[in-house]
């Protein structure tokens, strides 16, 4: 039995959306604030196999979504290369100083065999999921992981802007453009070693697309990202790939003929109209505003039926336009799965 | 002698773009940086026509820029409303309780007489100047002002996505559309003192329109701006109007079609094609990367020359994406001045 999920990802319009919610395992469910106190810190729960599936596990438990998706982070690809990566209470990522760019593309091919506790996450996950419910992995894109690695998540100008890294993409062409290489093959095995886990489809994390003139969105989004879906096959990965350029809608249609992905992730921002054109290129997913889901009532009815309305005939994966946020009540989520006839 | 700002504003394609910058009174300039320490706080400052008209003409002077736009700031209208405004030093602005949206409304229609030391400032700087620079007058829009007066300049969740105010939107849409039509209010009368006391174009900052979904976008930006182009024309205002709805380059051939400005500034993320589509409808301004500013060298001249290629054959006025960066070098302006013939 093919999960709708990997129906709508395939091409088809589906009865109703199928739905999952980005960060749906996370600080909203009390059981996860649970299981989390039990981890020294968040590098070592993603880490941890059992402890990282039970988290991937819960939301399904309680919600039935129709997704999966591993719990991990986008900033474990500079750990395997030899970058520390620690997590400060209330704030950001913490790095330590970037290796040299020669050292991180030596070890580029074995980031799969770096993080197969990740692979070994999907395994109990897939063991405990029933067949109609998809299994879904993912990486961080090469630019927003490099802006971190670039910072060290030290930027204080402006996160969103990423101003730091935007700095060094002016100065040092060459030298981001060595890095997003090497970050390109480091990402392409992390994926294949998630793919052979049990992963059925693969989700690009490009969390800061926003903000960037269209000579970076090309240089830093759209190549990278050729570059990496390329690899991928290369590798021998033959499930469907997700993109999620976020905050670059305006640039959107762009990015859903240019790159060869399989599925195509709309932010909160994107206009339905935009979602439309997308669509008919290939399918896609999204957009509920987190906040919205946060403020409930019937505004959030309201919403959810608007985009039924206007992707619902098409194919499209519901979801959110960014993450769950921590404080938001799980009788929203309920709300929400009812109106689109998932509960 | 009319101005080339006001040439390009009216519609013609001048022989050079004219050129001013967001911010081009700030921080990067040591003179700035001396005057503002004569003022013993940013508001008492802005409230001080001597020094804002010092301020305004201290990079006239130094770069003969074509446009002036006087030195204010966008929450001077909460203060006027009778919500006390004031900076933490390196932190943005802070906000006492927002008086009620009733006691707001009896005194919109006095904002401007309020705001008179404004007036005073612009009538200083437009004596100073000589003909052929022209001077901006501007306010903050209604939406980005109410996300501070909501927020109380205390957002800690995402300050790029207004949570707090947002979640006002979604939770009390009547209380926010109330304390909007207030602010159209106000700042009509605002931004006729201006135009009464020398402003020759009144730009509408609208700095938070970024990541709104469709429907907020067409409720807090598109409409409350139709509402205050209305009433400032219904007061008798005739010179022109730039809307610059920063952060939404998704909508922003809807925005130029539905808002009656006649100019509209682009953000750093707007395609050159989204920049062409606007210029078919009416000028555009902007929109040069800040941190390429910072970053100088020659992927800035090259990127102003494909500004120049791509929209310097229809009215367009060059300008930053986003205000200029504090730690901006001085040569890199005039890097920018010489490039496109402007010294």
Chains 1, 2 share one sequence.
């Not at 709708?4 to 919610?21: N, Y």
Request: proline share 6%.
């Amino acid at each position: 039995m093919t999960s709708l999920f990997l129906q709508a990802l395939s091409g088809e319009t589906t009865s109703r959306p199928p739905v999952w919610f980005m960060r749906q395992a996370g600080r909203y469910l009390p059981e996860y604030r649970a299981l989390r106190a039990e981890a020294p810190d968040f590098i070592s729960f993603c880490l941890n196999p059992e402890m990282a599936a039970e988290a991937t596990l819960q939301p399904m438990r309680r919600f039935g979504f129709d997704a999966a998706i591993v719990f991990a982070d986008i900033l474990l690809i500079p750990g395997a290369l030899g970058q520390k990566v620690w997590f400060e209470a209330g704030e950001g990522p913490r790095m330590g100083l970037m290796p040299s760019v020669e050292s991180m593309a030596e070890r580029a091919a074995s980031a799969g065999d770096e993080l197969r506790p990740v692979g070994r996450t999907l395994s109990l996950v897939r063991e405990a999921l029933s067949e109609d419910r998809a299994l879904i992995g993912f990486a961080g894109a090469p630019w927003t992981v490099a802006s971190y690695m670039l910072d060290g998540g030290h930027d204080t100008i402006g996160k969103g802007e990423r101003a730091v890294a935007r700095t060094y993409v002016y100065k040092d062409p060459v030298g981001v453009d060595a890095l997003l290489d090497v970050l390109v093959e480091a990402t392409a095995h992390y994926l294949k070693m998630q793919a052979d886990s049990g992963a059925q489809a693969l989700k690009i994390f490009e969390s800061w697309a926003e903000g960037l003139p269209d000579d970076l969105f090309e240089r830093l989004v759209v190549r990278p990202h050729q570059k990496l879906v390329a690899r991928v096959r290369e590798l021998g990965v033959t499930v469907p790939l997700i993109g999620f350029p976020r905050g670059s809608a305006a640039h959107a249609v762009r990015y859903a003929r240019d790159v060869d992905v399989n599925g195509m992730a709309l932010d909160t921002a994107c206009p339905l109209g935009v979602g439309r054109e997308v669509q008919k290129i290939k399918p896609i997913q999204g957009a509920l505003d987190p906040l919205l889901l946060r403020a409930g009532g019937e505004a959030l009815d309201r919403r959810v039926d608007q985009l039924m309305e206007a992707w619902g005939h098409g194919p499209w994966i519901f979801n959110l336009g960014h993450g769950i946020l921590p404080d938001v009540p799980i009788t929203h989520v309920e709300q929400v799965l009812k109106r689109i006839g998932a509960q």
